[in-house]
């Protein structure tokens, strides 16, 4: 009725301002497109218990989503507050009052999500928000989860946490990941750990029908053989993670294995899984680039001739701006003379000079002259 021409004025208006019990009912089941944010919150936050209790009885999700949308779904109010009674084992209401990856701001778990991951008493529901491919899970918040989480949401979470990272600690979450986890934690003794470290046929499998570039038939998939074994870096490539004057606060990594390139590749949703190949054989690098905000981007190192060439730069599905200083700063500090040199190839055969070329150029300088 809203998005009608016919629409009446008065009644947009009382939407998007309400001011009463009745109006506001009618704006949360608008949605957040048709009301004023800022009304709606000291409204919500004004509720008494009878009013709270009906909206929760008639329109539970709209008004679990009007208190994602305005702020209201901390980790307090899920846990002592008045949203303690709410069932989030439904994964519909789970969704609502905690949102998805495509709510949250560079698709990164919020810290209030990780609190409730942690504290409540149906977290282990909840390993969905974990489990899916496009969420964005910060080490230190991955490291909480790990330490402090209930055994379901830890093993989750061990997938967003860098093999670099691993302790002694993790070896019990380590064993029942096992693979990849259990080949590389500090805290099995070597001669337990797997002959292979692979991840599970069932997770690549899945990342894989995620990923809309590749499916389990892709002819190009890497050698089982050497799926996470280290990435090698020449030196030039290493400097970039230094940090910019141009651009302070910005972090630069570089993906250390294949498995955490293609799970990057996941979480942004474009094809630089298909770089594999070509950084295992020094052709091209992936360099991956985020924002104070959180935002992601990922800078295409390709070799050129004796030096590097700066390629494209993606964002999240590869949409969005791409920020000015990232080319030239990068291409800088490429063309600058790096102490060691990996991946050396031969330069190109400099061109001695002749008698026979001074003369051309000579003559060329002086037809030049002359037609001026």
Request: glycine residues 6%; charged residues 30%; contains cysteine.
């Amino acid at each position: 009725m809203l998005t009608n021409p016919a629409c009446p004025d008065g009644l947009r208006v009382r939407v998007r301002h309400p001011y009463d019990v009745a109006t506001l009912e009618l704006a949360l089941r608008a949605g957040r497109p048709h009301y004023e944010p800022a009304r709606v919150r000291r409204l919500l936050a004004g509720l008494d218990g009878a009013a709270h209790d009906r909206f929760l009885a008639t329109i539970p999700l709209d008004y679990l989503r009007a208190l994602r949308d305005c702020g209201l779904n901390t980790a307090e109010a899920l846990l002592h507050g008045r949203l303690a009674a709410v069932d989030l084992t439904d994964p519909g209401t789970a969704a609502a009052i905690l949102g998805t990856p495509d709510h949250w701001p560079a698709r990164r778990l919020p810290p209030d999500v990780v609190d409730v991951l942690v504290r409540h008493p149906d977290a282990a529901h909840l390993t969905g928000l974990l489990t899916r491919n496009k969420v964005v899970v910060p080490h230190e918040l991955a490291r909480r989860l790990v330490d402090e989480a209930d055994p379901p949401i830890a093993d989750a979470a061990l997938w967003h946490l860098p093999y670099t990272a691993l302790t002694a600690a993790d070896a019990p979450i380590a064993r029942r990941a096992g693979g990849y986890w259990a080949a590389r934690c500090p805290g099995i003794p070597a001669d337990q750990r797997p002959a292979r470290d692979l991840r599970p046929a069932a997770v690549d499998r899945h990342a894989q029908r995620e990923d809309g570039c590749y499916d389990d038939e892709v002819a190009d998939r890497p050698d089982p053989g050497r799926a996470d074994e280290p990435f090698r870096y020449p030196s030039e490539i290493v400097a970039l993670q230094h940090p910019y004057r141009e651009a302070p606060g910005w972090i630069v990594e570089l993906p250390d294995t294949p498995a955490e390139l293609r799970r990057n590749a996941e979480a942004m949703r474009n094809c630089t899984r298909g770089f594999e190949p070509e950084v295992r054989a020094g052709r091209a690098f992936v360099v991956v680039v985020r924002d104070p905000d959180g935002r992601c981007y990922k800078v295409a190192v390709r070799r050129h001739r004796s030096g590097y060439r700066v390629g494209e730069i993606n964002s999240f599905a590869n949409g969005g701006h791409r920020p000015a200083w990232i080319r030239p700063a990068f291409a800088a500090r490429l063309a600058e003379p790096a102490t060691v040199v990996a991946f050396t190839e031969p330069p190109p055969p400099a061109r001695r000079p002749t008698d026979r070329r001074d003369r051309r150029r000579a003559r060329a300088s002086r037809a030049r002259r002359a037609r001026r």
